[in-house]
Nanobody, 126 residues
Framework: HVQLVESGGGSVQAGGSLRLSCAAS????????MAWFRQAPGKDRKGDAR????????YYADSVKGRFTISQDNAKNTMYLQLASLKPEDTAMYYC????????????????????WGQGTQVTVS
C-alpha cells in the first residue's frame, strides 16, 4: 500500500529555514504528482507547492513564491520542501500528498485532488 512519511519539521525563529522531506513507498513515483499542504489550527488545509514527478514541473502558491522550493530525488522516491525566510504565519502542520490518478490536476491546491496523505510534520516559527 502507499505510504508517505514526512520529516524535517521543527521550531525556528522568524527568518530561519527548514527542509522537509517526504519519502514515498508503494507508489509509482516517477509518473505522478505530489504536493505539500499546510494546515494551521482552525484553518483549512491549503496547498503550498506541487511537483509533477516525471517532468519536475512545479507550481507554488503566491504566499510562498520566492521563499519555498519544492524538489525531488526520483532515485530515492523522495520529495522535499525547502522553507526559507520563515514567518510566524508559516506555523502549521505540513503534509505531503500524492494523487491517485497518475497526473497533476489544474486545481492542484485543492486537497480533494489527492488520494494519499502523510501524517504531517509540525513547523513552528516564532
Amino acid at each position: 500500500h502507499v505510504q508517505l512519511v514526512e520529516s524535517g519539521g521543527g521550531s525556528v525563529q522568524a527568518g530561519g529555514s527548514l527542509r522537509l522531506s517526504c519519502a514515498a513507498s508503494g507508489y509509482t513515483y516517477n509518473r505522478n504528482c505530489m504536493a505539500w499542504f499546510r494546515q494551521a489550527p482552525g484553518k483549512d488545509r491549503k496547498g503550498d507547492a506541487r511537483i509533477a514527478t516525471g517532468s519536475g514541473n512545479t507550481y507554488y502558491a503566491d504566499s510562498v513564491k520566492g521563499r519555498f522550493t519544492i524538489s525531488q530525488d526520483n532515485a530515492k522516491n523522495t520529495m522535499y520542501l525547502q522553507l526559507a525566510s520563515l514567518k510566524p504565519e508559516d506555523t502549521a502542520m505540513y503534509y505531503c500528498a500524492a494523487v491517485s490518478r497518475g497526473y497533476c490536476i489544474t486545481a492542484w491546491a485543492d486537497r480533494r485532488g489527492y488520494g494519499y496523505w502523510g501524517q504531517g510534520t509540525q513547523v513552528t516559527v516564532s
